[in-house]
């Protein structure tokens, strides 16, 4: 049987939920969904922050942020776009005291996604993101690559902490000094590929 406090959390997960979904319409606040689809001003909001359940309004919301009515109600089948954006900093993050989680999420991809990429269980993923191991160089660098970041970003940097444009030009930069420095050891060793 659900106790309330399940279904609290339950309508706060729903209002995260719809609160990235009018966030990536570009809609800055409540209230301004609610002008533009003409939704009550009172309740919309009510509804994105989890003092309500969405209830027979879900349909209606998955149609207007065209998202998946089971993704708003219970967070099953989110669009690419979402996957993580329902979790609070604190969720996303986890017990670890590194950033692997943050990165997977900011890169859109699932557990399966990373874990078949760098040929590890799945199970070992969601360990490593959970802190409960250790992850190893070897390995730090192959998640690196498929998350599209440095080890240490993954370490240190919270990629939600800055501005997406920034951090992408970041990488960026990061991506071409690791290539002068490839080319420069391939001159001066003589070695080429």
Sequence with gaps: MRTEDDKKAERKAQGRRLAAARLNLGLKGPKEAATLFGWSKDTYP???????????????????????EEWLMRGHNPPPWAIGAELSEEERRGEAEHFLRPWRLYRAMTPEDVADAVKVPVDVLLAWEAGRQEISDKWLRRLAKTLGTTAGAILDVD???????????????????????????????GTGG
């Design 159 to 189: 990629p939600n902490a800055v501005p997406s444009s920034l951090l992408e030009l970041w990488l960026a930069h990061t991506e071409g000094q690791r290539r002068i420095i490839e080319v420069a050891h391939q001159l001066r060793t």
């Design 46 to 68: 009510q509804h994105e922050n989890g003092t309500r359940g969405i209830g027979r309004a879900a349909k209606e919301y998955a149609e207007k942020f065209n998202v998946p």
